[in-house]
């Protein structure tokens, strides 16, 4: 590569960092964190004492780590941010979404035989955009037309293009002048309530087809469910979602009979259909009432065939660390007052965003805080979520990751073996700071291993 002296910078601090006494510890903290990018820097001590005594039996302090700072893995779910940690998340979600449709972390295998579907809602179209098509592994021309008008900004609503998977204008309007950035912004700020509504039509049309009133129905069904939202090309989010029916007692009790597949899909298909969310008049625009789009797949998933329970919990999972930047938009917040033609992004989601600044002025739409989640494209939701009783919980897999940690740690000598019960911690921590300078981000990259990171924050040898 070129030098130049950033580089140059890079490579004495590199050189500074390896010729340290202390260097095989840090590589060490690298190793343990999973090879994580922006690594959270943490100053202090952890202390255990004996409560009859008083006496000191095992101290921890990253006084004598390098740089007097321990490192501790990032954890994010973005893997445009950090590959390494999003992936632990992608696994954590992974099982989350099996344990619910096979049984496992403290689901029993009976729930295989309650009624259970795959859906995917979509948004309503906001104007034609370029696409990619295929029919019998063949590749269809985006959106051929004969007579193809020509819209009032003089462009031609047609394109004959068989576009490759990785093509750039996958997504955008064929004329943007005509496409409703508007609608797609406010569907997104929407989306969260919509879900919310459609859960709670999902329960009603339920009791109505089952002869009960919904508060009688609790005594009988739950509908648990797991969600994750994905962000198509032309910048809306539509949701996949795993929707199982239970007993009263969640996933360790069966259904009523009558609550079988069939109802389940009549009652999706329902709700899908006439949810709504009203955003307010605004300036000089009339009242707007946004719908999930005439789009919805409804498909059971079976123990084998073509949607599996692995299919499904892997389809949900990967998009679980993904947000907008397929859009072509970037992964954090805008700053006020930024200059968004100076954003390396394209020009679709460049309109999206400033349209999100344009609304998040006016007053009456100051509850959708589209302004805050510009980046997002008005999106707000939480990408994954479940319903309470689907199955286990992510901090459940934590806890259980961090325990085997701690474990391993006392079995291998670098943890002293102690009796919770007679010993009292006394933890002190502080943000030191994240990431890495130039030079050490070159010694991470020659350091990262594939090893899973040790979740356990007494991480190092005794102090």
């Known amino acids: 590569m070129p030098v130049t002296s950033a580089n140059t910078h890079a490579i004495r ?39 009859a005594t008083g006496t000191l039996l095992h101290r921890y302090s990253t006084r004598l780590e390098p740089d007097g700072v321990l490192r501790v893995p990032c954890k994010t779910r973005r893997a445009s941010r950090c590959p390494a940690c999003a992936e632990t998340y992608r696994a954590d979600t992974y099982h989350l979404i099996r344990a619910g449709l096979v049984g496992g972390k403290g689901v029993p295998a009976s729930v295989t035989a309650h009624p ?40 031609v609503l047609s394109c004959t293009a068989r576009h490759g998977a990785d093509d750039d204008c996958l997504g955008e309007p064929l004329c943007p002048d005509c496409y409703d950035y508007t609608g797609s912004v406010l569907f997104n700020a929407v989306a969260p309530l919509l879900w919310k509504r459609f859960a709670d039509a999902i329960r009603r049309r339920l009791a109505k087809l089952g002869g009960l009133t919904l508060r009688d129905m609790r005594d009988q069904l739950v509908v648990s469910f797991a969600k994750v939202a994905e962000y198509q090309r032309r910048g809306v989010v539509h949701l996949h979602a795993v929707i199982r029916l239970d007993g009263p007692a969640g996933p360790i009790s069966s259904p009523p009979a009558w609550a079988t597949l069939d109802l389940l899909a009549q009652a999706v298909e329902h709700a899908a259909s006439v949810v709504t969310a009203k955003v307010p008049a605004y300036n000089d625009q009339p009242e707007r009432v946004l719908r999930w789009g005439t789009q919805l797949d409804t498909r059971p998933i079976t123990m084998d065939g073509e949607l599996t329970d692995q299919a499904v919990a892997g389809y949900v999972a990967k998009y679980a660390t993904k947000a907008a930047e397929c859009v072509g938009t970037i992964d954090r917040r805008i700053v006020p007052g930024e200059d968004l033609t100076a954003l390396p992004v394209r020009n679709h989601a460049r309109r999206l965003i400033a349209e999100c600044l344009r609304l998040g002025a006016f007053e009456e739409l100051a509850d959708l805080r589209v302004t805050q989640w510009a980046h997002m494209l008005g999106f707000r939701g939480h990408f994954s979520t479940r319903s309470r009783r689907y199955s286990t919980t992510l901090g459940d897999i934590r806890a259980d990751r961090q325990n085997h940690a701690r474990d391993e740690d006392i079995t291998t000598g670098r943890l002293p073996l102690l009796d919770e019960d007679t010993v009292l911690v006394i933890s002190e921590w502080e943000y030191a700071g994240k990431g890495y300078s130039p030079g050490d981000a070159l010694v991470a990259a020659l350091n990262r291993s594939p090893m899973p990171p040790s979740p356990s924050l007494v991480g190092g040898d005794a102090r």
């Not at 590589?27 to 964190?33: E, G, K, L, P, V």
């Open 116 to 155: 259970c579907l795959f859906i995917t809602l979509t948004a309503p179209s906001f104007g034609p955009v370029h696409t990619r098509r295929q029919h019998n592994g063949s590749v269809l021309p985006c959106h051929p037309r004969r007579d193809a008008e020509i819209c009032p900004h003089g462009c």
């Open 13 to 51: 601090g590199a050189i500074a960092r390896l010729n340290d006494p202390n260097c095989s510890r840090f590589a060490s903290q690298i190793r343990r964190t999973g090879g994580c990018r922006q690594p959270i820097h943490l100053r202090g001590k952890v202390e255990h004492w004996d409560k």
